[in-house]
């Protein structure tokens, strides 16, 4: 595994570099020695985040964790990053029924991540207990924006007026709109 370690509003201490290295350095059983971590440090005010992004085809493993010390921040992401790696072994393995192949996006990872087993498996299944369909009509976002508002949501899902495609708009922490476009590679 290759880390790529950057700080914003911090400096990447030797001993700060060398913890990341540890604790997320676990990881490396699962993993390909080419794959990726990007781990970006920042602080705001007494806000210590750590962000850690692993590339793996066709999907991105990602967590952010917040707190007034980044060595917890830290301990917190890792947790994180190991939870989500055993739902989306689990994930993996029911797709291709214990088979991934080499066009598969388990390809990052080694044999050996599928092979383990984990003592303590959460049965943190993904269950869709609702579907609702609805008619998406053309529009700006200016006018989803307004449209989310009125229905009082957090998102709202339409189809853009400009560009044809189904768009999501949804309110941001700040009180902000953000847009989420597709894009295909």
Known sequence: MRFIISGKNIEVTPGLKSTIEQKLGKLERYFTPETEIIVTLS?????????????????????EQTSNDMYVSIDLVEEIIERQLRKYKNKLVARSQG?????????????????????????????????KKFGIKPMFPEDACIQMELLGHSFFVFSNAETEEVNVVYKRKDGAFGLIEPEFD
């Not at 602080?43 to 967590?63: A, F, H």
């Not at 088979?99 to 869709?128: G, L, R, W």
């Open 43 to 63: 602080v705001e005010k007494e806000r210590q985040k750590i962000e850690v992004t692993i590339p793996v085809k066709g999907n991105i493993i990602r967590s």
């Open 99 to 131: 088979h991934p192949t080499a066009s598969s996006p388990a390809n990052n990872f080694k044999k050996e991540f599928f092979e383990s087993e984990d003592e303590d498996v959460e049965e943190d299944e993904i269950k869709i207990v609702r579907t």
